[in-house]
């Protein structure tokens, strides 16, 4: 990717460089290296922070015509281009959306002297471009998502070790669990037109306690292979720290309190707490399990499931977060915006918004900056768990179900989702949100 500034220079006119390489403008091209230049346009352009310099500029042809593509007969519309190389980065607080285009930048003139400062007065028009085409590739997308017609099922809440954790259970349910598992229930699913087959692979009991229910989910994989169907896996985002601890004791440091210092469970079951999930510690272990999924089932889809959930203030609480979130705040804002933004520059002693009540409208800047945290770690670990997963598997695809967002709901602060973030790292994603808005067959009759 190239910034290129265009000027408009005028026959006669000389020019003189950083590195005292005097130009008169004239009917002969000139090509001029870094080494030429020099310093005279900075070499370092203070460009919006999504991007930094790679290199030196270099100033193509004073009388090659960019529109025409062509050099130019006369010299009455020649125009010299000034090209910066650039590398697209994202940064905390700020994450590059797909097909964004705009970068702001600012041009610092130094007027050393008189020679310099007439050559600028002649700049007609400065265009700032990025060279689209130069663009480093996007991600290799599965094709066979736009091939086939999606008809899913799933089991993913049907293995014995959760059912039994849960409770209240049917006296069948086991006997329907080993049927699920059977060739004749797979060759009566491709009858039926299915063509997504998601099976349980990992819901938080810890890699080791489910190991048992993986073998029983492989030889349903091959199944579903067998019948030419499309493989997915199931990816839970809570620990049931009960056998979880026991393979991995270290992973209490993980656990979210509240501002009140309460565990964070899932929902009513108080035997799966919720994680800071941008603990190093989790993401190692998350990457582990990821890695599994695709040497082991080679999957062709990964489900992650309550994303909705993974973000919610509760969570913000963690201590480590506390620290993320005064970085976030460092990285995002110069000290001068920092002040004009808060009142103050020095975030050391910060401390996430703490509530008890439903908001209303959230004028605070504090809870402002902390539901954008929130959305950007959230769409950090995805980029990750995305980057991992395309670099085993270019074809997998990546599918989540932050669970609402078509009803209304304020889904940035209740649970740190921005939709145009997050789903430039995802495939698909899916609703539980049921029929929020009454719209149903009965509503039509």
């Not at 890695?291 to 993974?310: G, P």
């Amino acid at each position: 990717m190239f910034a290129t500034l265009q000027l408009v220079l005028k026959p006669g006119e000389e020019l003189e460089t950083a590195a005292s390489k005097k130009i008169t403008v004239g009917d002969s091209a000139v090509d001029l290296g870094p080494e030429a230049i020099g310093g005279w346009l900075d070499t370092t352009p203070r460009l919006d922070a999504r991007c930094r310099s790679v290199g030196p500029p270099r100033m193509a042809s004073l009388s090659y015509n960019p529109y025409a593509k062509a050099r130019e007969t006369t010299l009455e519309h020649a125009v010299a281009a000034l090209s910066v190389p650039l590398r697209l980065k994202s940064r905390l607080g700020h994450f590059v959306r797909p097909n964004e285009q705009e970068i702001s930048f600012a041009l610092i003139v130094r007027r050393s002297d008189a020679m310099a400062a007439a050559a600028i007065a002649t700049f007609a028009f400065l265009l700032f471009l990025i060279a689209l085409a130069q663009q480093t590739p996007a991600k290799p997308r599965p094709a066979w998502l736009h091939e086939t017609r999606i008809v899913m099922v799933s089991n993913h809440d049907s293995m014995p070790i959760f059912r039994r954790r849960v409770g209240g259970n049917t006296t069948f349910q086991e006997e329907d669990y080993e049927k699920e598992h059977t060739e004749e229930a797979v060759r009566k699913l491709k009858e039926l037109g299915v063509t997504v087959v998601i099976t349980h692979f990992y819901k938080g009991f810890g890699l080791e306690a489910e190991r048992r229910h993986q073998q029983k989910a492989l030889e349903l994989a091959a199944l579903v292979k067998k019948y030419g169907m499309k493989l997915g896996v199931y990816i839970g985002s809570t620990i049931a720290y009960e056998t979880f601890l026991a393979e991995k004791p270290e992973a209490e440091s993980w656990f979210a309190t509240d501002y009140l210092g309460r565990p964070v469970f899932y929902d009513s079951q108080p035997w799966r707490k919720r994680v800071y999930f941008m603990h190093p510690g989790y993401r190692e272990y998350m990457r582990r399990v990821l890695r599994m999924s695709e040497e082991e089932f080679h999957a062709d889809l990964i489900h992650f499931d309550n994303t909705s959930m993974q973000a919610e203030p509760s969570i913000f609480q963690h201590p480590l977060a506390i620290q993320d979130f005064r970085e976030f705040l460092r990285t995002k804002y110069t000290p001068e915006e920092l002040e004009k933004r808060l009142g103050f520059s020095d975030v050391r002693f910060v401390l996430p918004p703490k509530y008890d009540r439903p908001l209303g409208p959230i004028d605070d800047p504090l809870f402002e900056e902390w539901a954008d945290f929130r959305c950007a770690q959230l769409t950090r670990y995805y980029a990750e768990m995305e980057d991992l997963l395309r670099g085993v598997n270019p074809q997998v695809a990546v599918e989540t179900n932050p669970h609402s967002g078509i009803s209304g709901r304020n889904t940035i602060w209740e649970q740190g989702v921005d939709y145009p973030r997050l789903l430039a790292h995802l495939d698909a994603v899916w609703t539980e949100e049921g029929d929020p808005t009454g719209v149903s067959r009965m509503a039509f009759s």
